[in-house]
Antibody
Framework: EVQLLESGGDLVQPGGSLRLSCEAS????????MSWVRQAPGKGLEWVSA????????YYADSVKGRFTVSRDNSKNTLYLQMNSLRADDTAVFYC??????????????WGQGTLVTVSS | EIVVTQSPGTLSLSPGERATLSCRAS???????VAWYQQKPGQAPRLLIY???TRATGIPDRFSGSGSGTDFTLTISRLEPEDFAVYFC????????FGQGTKVEIK
């Protein structure tokens, strides 16, 4: 059974930093692209970032480029999202998602339960 | 960027009725790379449909997807009580963008 367990969400001040983690199990982690998708309160879904199975290639939405860094530790089956220079409009539930394959194009076939990031003073 | 627009914003129906949800892309989606997700309050989205018309594992056959090019549809043939939720479509042929969602509520 595929399981994705996020952690690290918290209340942080504008300009602050936070690192999210996602522990994966139930599949061969290195074989799949992994992504972060976020959802602001009461809003829709926004793809944030993706990383290939080897970790060699990373991709970002324009809204977070230069501020967020995605990485993975395949020895620990864990995905990370380092978020710097956080803004109020980054407030959202962040979902860890497993992609359907190892390369584009892919959809998201499994989602974690989400972790809430609140950016406020 | 491909903009995805869903309509209607809210669909008010009764259990047993048919639901038809629309998803329109601002440009043609290559190879019909469209997925549909269901989200219930307080839960993560769940994959329903990919490739515009292929049901994901374990999804009941009352859910069906169709369409091509820029226009796609999710149909729920007979609404069950557990189907009242928000539905998102997503194109993944050119990066990946989501629609804003359609809420299916009990009339």
């Amino acid at each position: 059974e595929v399981q994705l367990l996020e952690s690290g969400g918290d209340l942080v001040q504008p300009g602050g930093s936070l690192r999210l983690s996602c522990e994966a199990s139930g599949f061969t982690f290195t074989n799949y692209v992994m992504s972060w998708v976020r959802q602001a309160p009461g809003k829709g879904l926004e793809w944030v970032s993706a990383i290939t199975g080897s970790g060699g290639d990373t991709y970002y939405a324009d809204s977070v480029k230069g501020r967020f860094t995605v990485s993975r530790d395949n020895s620990k089956n864990t995905l990370y999202l380092q978020m710097n220079s956080l803004r109020a409009d980054d407030t959202a539930v962040f979902y860890c998602t497993k992609a359907s394959g190892s390369t584009r194009p892919y959809y998201f076939d499994y989602w974690g339960q989400g972790t809430l990031v609140t950016v406020s003073s | 960027e491909i903009v995805v627009t869903q309509s209607p914003g809210t669909l008010s129906l009764s259990p047993g009725e048919r639901a038809t949800l629309s998803c329109r892309a601002s440009q043609s989606v290559s190879s019909n790379y469209v997925a549909w997700y269901q989200q219930k309050p307080g839960q993560a989205p769940r994959l329903l449909i990919y490739g515009a018309s292929t049901r994901a594992t374990g999804i009941p056959d009352r859910f069906s997807g169709s369409g091509s090019g820029t226009d796609f549809t999710l149909t729920i043939s007979r609404l069950e009580p557990e189907d009242f939720a928000v539905y998102f479509c997503q194109q993944y042929g050119n990066s990946r963008t989501f629609g804003q969602g359609t809420k299916v509520e009990i009339k």
